[in-house]
């Protein structure tokens, strides 16, 4: 004959709810540390010497204007610019020869051609500059490879090397104003998924 079962039954486990999200309760908010007020080093420096910086600064001011410029003036009037000068035509000629060999029979003249490829590069240079748009410094970028193409392509064989360097010159220290702040580091954003939510008791 068995012997009964002499262990009793254990409590009635309750059945678990759940809730709606809109019933979270969310933790309570820290409140922000006051920010600290700002420096004043002009609070800090006596009347005196600030009245002296201001005469320095004055007759400095003066010193350029009366010696400063007009050496300025005199200086640029005796240097030979012919350098630049030189280098420009080096990378607009072979273009413009390029333009006039590829525009035959096209309702656009050389001229035109010439004009649109300066405007086209004025204006991106100056609107990736000033305002940093993807689509400025696109075009930008586009004119520098088509100037270095048509360069190489039209200028003398025993000359393209140096005149396509030289485009290509020309080009970056564009975009040392054009490629202004731009970055090749991808940007990485983390985010919390680990929410602590106080649920009320049930």
């Known amino acids: 004959m ?24 969310p933790p309570p908010r820290r409140p922000a540390p006051p920010r600290p007020r700002p420096i004043k080093a002009a609070d800090d420096i006596p009347p005196g010497a600030i009245a002296a910086f201001g005469v320095v600064g004055m007759v400095a001011l003066l010193l350029v204007l009366k010696w400063g410029i007009p050496k300025g003036i005199d200086w640029y009037h005796h240097q030979d610019w012919a350098w630049f000068t030189q280098w420009t035509a080096t990378v607009a000629d072979p273009v413009h020869a390029y333009l006039s060999a590829h525009t035959v029979g096209l ?4 001229t035109s051609a010439f004009n649109i490829w300066l405007g086209v590069g004025a204006a991106s240079l100056v609107l990736s500059w000033f305002t940093g748009a993807v689509g400025a410094r696109l075009t930008w970028t586009a004119h520098g490879a088509c100037s270095v193409l048509m360069v190489w392509d039209a200028a003398p064989v ?15 220290i564009g975009s040392l104003f054009a490629l202004r702040g731009l970055s090749l580091r991808p940007l990485i954003h ?9 649920h009320p008791a049930r």
């Open 107 to 110: 309702p656009l003249t050389a």
């Open 158 to 172: 025993a000359g393209r090397p140096v005149a396509a360097a030289l485009a290509v010159l020309a080009w970056t």
């Open 190 to 198: 983390l985010h919390n998924h680990n929410h602590n939510h106080n």
């Open 2 to 25: 068995s012997e009964p079962d002499k262990h009793e039954p254990g409590p009635a486990v309750p059945p678990l709810d759940t809730i709606d999200d809109s019933q979270r309760i």
